[in-house]
């Protein structure tokens, strides 16, 4: 089957650096998301990785190892507004988005 | 801007009662998905157009139906909600065509069921 792995909630404090691990296991991929998204509000797309490596965005950078089955999410220069959920998700062999069910962040001061 | 717009963003209705949940789009992107997605859970593909083409997901269940009228409208029709219906339901558009194909949300809208 296919399947999303995250961890359910994470803490780290403001000025820090965090990195979210994802793995995934699809038919199939054509790559991997990663969004962000605030309690209550919709999703908003954060990266997109298809090839191995690090793309980096800001404060913001994802990695990505398509031998693995792995990525991660990496928040440098933690901001209290980074307090949310993110969630992983990978494009499957059909185009379709296979979600985790998110891991949500904790920034304390 | 171009965006996507969920009406109405909280609703409340009645165990049984027939619901319906808009969205629209200005991107005039060729497909419209409908999520449901309950609390620290992850987001539940119910169904997607590929403009036209309905696509429905094996396990949503009878009781969801969507129409699509034109490229800008979605509708999300919930014929009988049960107390289980009680989710955030998000509107999602992507362009189509490609592997790099980013979705773009609508804020959703909030289902109670009472």
């Known amino acids: 089957g296919q399947n999303i792995d995250q961890p359910t909630e994470m803490t780290a404090t403001e000025g820090a650096i965090v990195q979210i691990n994802c793995t995934y296991q699809t038919s199939g991929f054509n790559g991997l998301f990663w969004y962000q998204q605030h309690a209550g509000e919709a999703p908003t797309f954060l990266s997109y990785?298809?090839l191995d490596g690090l793309e980096e965005k800001g404060r913001f950078s994802s990695f990505l190892s398509r031998s693995k089955g792995y990525s991660y999410l990496l928040l440098k220069e933690l901001q209290m507004k980074d307090s949310a959920s993110y969630l992983c998700?990978?494009?499957?062999?059909?185009?379709?988005?296979?979600w985790g069910a998110g891991t949500k962040l904790i920034i304390k001061p | 801007d171009a965006m996507v717009i969920q009406n109405p963003r909280y609703q409340v209705t009645q165990f049984g009662k027939p619901v319906t949940l808009s969205c629209s789009q200005t991107l005039n992107h060729n497909v419209m998905y409908w999520y449901q997605q309950k609390s620290s859970q992850a987001p539940k593909l119910l169904f997607h157009y590929y403009d036209k083409d309905f696509n429905n997901e094996a396990d949503t269940p009878d009781n969801f139906q969507s129409r699509r009228p034109n490229t800008s409208f979605c509708f999300l029709d919930i014929r009988s909600p049960g107390l289980g219906d009680a989710a955030m339901y998000l509107c999602a558009t992507s362009a189509g065509g490609s592997s790099l194909d980013e979705q773009f949300f609508g804020p959703g809208t909030r289902l109670t069921v009472l």
């Open positions: 990785n298809v």
């Open positions: 998700a990978a494009l499957d062999s059909n185009y379709q988005l296979i």
